[in-house]
């Protein structure tokens, strides 16, 4: 029996050893097969002497974090330009808009990059360049369209809720303590003053005239401007073209054929894959499990 239930231990310690072994050449193998994702994503198609039309893509919300983001955008851009077979560069729009300011972040770099490479830069659009994809768009030598695209949208929006009178008639009282006096004025459990409101509107014109300006400057005498152009709406490719907020009808394959004369077509767009995610979600988990360590270890709660 003793002999017996020696074996049976050496058994299972033997098991446990094969498990943990098997487990770390699994997670070696994860890593390698990241790392490898990683680095094979990362090799851009860089110093491609043959002539070619560079392209990026913005397409989504564009915001920090998204692939439309402008680190994202900024970057591939610079790669595509500073390649020294790339004619020019095509940014291949599908977008409702996003945040003004990774949108002006992408607009100021188009101008520097123009400037600094002298290489066109052309904007064609999909099924929407709305909005924060517009004030993009606007800093192109020329934006070509679908007859079918939305197009416009030059407006700036806040939007939220209030639910101040759902809970006076619920019995509910909001108990929010701060320090100075317009710190809590976009809570939405708590009533909005006019002074605020004032504010917020004040805030908005100053984007949307920012917008104005950007698109004015960037269209020039090309714009038809009308009293709705600034309004907020939008406009199919073909209004688009008569109201001068687009130059003409074409598709990303006649524009590289046609206007840049280089059919070849090499996409310098940049976007987080499988892997990258996974690193990214893995470093988020292990920094929360070393907060939460800290925080149990620490005397003071």
Known sequence: MLSDLVQANLKEQQ???????????????????????????????????????????????????????????????????EDTGSQGLILLINSPGGSPVQAGIINDEIVRLKALHKKPIYAVVEESCASAAYYIAAATDKIYVDK????????????????????????????????????????????????????????????????????KKGRGDRLKETPEMFSGLFWTGQQAVELGLADELASLDQVARDVVKAEELVDYSRRDNVAERLVKRFGAAMGEGAWRAMRASSPIR
């Open 15 to 81: 098991a446990a050893r094969r498990w943990k072994m098997g487990l770390r050449l699994a997670w070696l193998l994860f890593w390698v097969v990241v790392l490898w994702q990683i680095f094979s994503h990362n090799q851009t198609a860089t110093n491609i002497t043959t002539p070619h039309t560079a392209l990026v893509n913005i397409k989504g919300e564009i915001a920090d974090g998204a692939d439309a983001s402008a680190e994202n955008v900024v970057a591939a851009m610079r790669a595509a330009l």
């Open 148 to 215: 079918a695209s939305i197009v416009g949208s030059i407006g700036v929006l806040m939007d939220g809720f209030g639910f101040t009178g759902l809970m006076d008639k619920l019995g509910v009282e909001r108990r929010l303590m701060t320090a100075g006096e317009n710190k809590g004025f976009l809570d939405p459990f708590s009533p909005q003053t006019d002074a605020q409101r004032k504010h917020a509107q004040s805030m908005l014109n100053h984007i949307h005239s920012q917008f104005i300006a950007v698109v």
